[in-house]
């Protein structure tokens, strides 16, 4: 019985762990800080990290190491889906575009149509904005969703929003699928989707999407800050660095844009 019970504990430290890192910042914890954080010695923590570490639910980073959410976490269910972990690949790229905007970088994955996100970094001395990894999003409302959605058919979109719904998060976020639409159809002429604080108020984020292999979409990188005149001005210019980290990490995947209309 002591066995079982022990083996049922381990598991809840294990799934505790996982919520931690996840929920964590973009830089990761490292042992001491999970340790502490769960309530348990270094080297049990470190025991459990190991295992989430060998099979793909937690990545190490160094120097360090610091601990961060893997690609397992969001192939869950979906063995179908390619194991390249865009995330690492995207790393150089997104760390550029924070460097060159001043604004939060994200990554996301084309999930059946929705963004789930799985790397960010923040730009030095910006706001940082600690949105959760790993978990599929609602695509009506983030540049980076609607980047993703312009790169289907209107009638794809339209399957996955009756699906999803278009759930107002502020005042300005998109109701009907007229309203998306018309955004979409700009999207697609631009090649970048603009979050005009569709999903936080004072928040705004410009995203395009990627390619792989295939010529399918990929997913989408997207910069997100506070909204400011001086910033609203120069969205297109931080348009056109998105656009341009976005086709160079296409290249580097190795991919191809195929857009259904």
Excluded: W
Excluded at 63 to 80: E, F, H, K, N
Excluded at 115 to 133: C, E, N
Excluded at 230 to 253: D, N
Aim: aromatic share 4%.
């Amino acid at each position: 019985m002591s066995n079982s019970s022990d083996r049922v504990a381990g598991v809840a430290r294990a799934l505790n762990l996982i919520e931690v890192i996840t929920l964590g910042p973009a830089e990761g914890y490292s042992l001491t800080e999970l340790s502490k954080s769960i309530g348990i010695s270094k080297s049990s923590t470190l025991a459990l990290l190991r295992t989430l570490v060998d099979g793909g639910y937690v990545r190490t980073r160094d120097p360090g190491p610091r601990y961060l959410p893997g690609m397992a976490l969001v192939r869950l269910g979906d063995q179908s889906r390619a194991t390249q972990p865009i995330d690492e690949i995207a790393q150089g790229f997104i760390h550029q575009l924070a460097q060159e905007t001043g604004m939060t970088i994200r990554v996301a994955i084309n999930d059946g149509g929705r963004p789930v996100f799985v790397s960010r970094v923040d730009a030095p001395g910006s706001i940082r904005f600690h949105t959760m990894l790993g978990v599929r999003e609602s695509p009506h409302v983030s540049s980076a969703g609607k980047a993703i959605l312009a790169q289907l058919s209107d009638e794809e979109i339209g399957a996955i929003i009756e699906e999803t719904g278009l759930t107002a998060r502020t005042r300005h976020s998109h109701t009907s699928m007229a309203s998306l639409m018309r955004d979409i159809n700009q999207i697609r002429e631009r090649k970048y989707a603009i979050d005009d604080e569709e999903d936080v108020e004072g928040v705004f984020c410009i995203g395009a999407a990627f390619f792989d292999h295939t010529g399918t979409c990929g997913g989408a990188i997207s910069a997100t800050g506070i909204k400011t005149p001086a910033r609203q001005k120069k969205i297109p210019f931080y348009g056109g660095l998105v656009v341009k980290h976005a086709e160079a990490l296409t290249r580097e995947l190795r991919g191809n844009p195929s857009i259904r209309k």
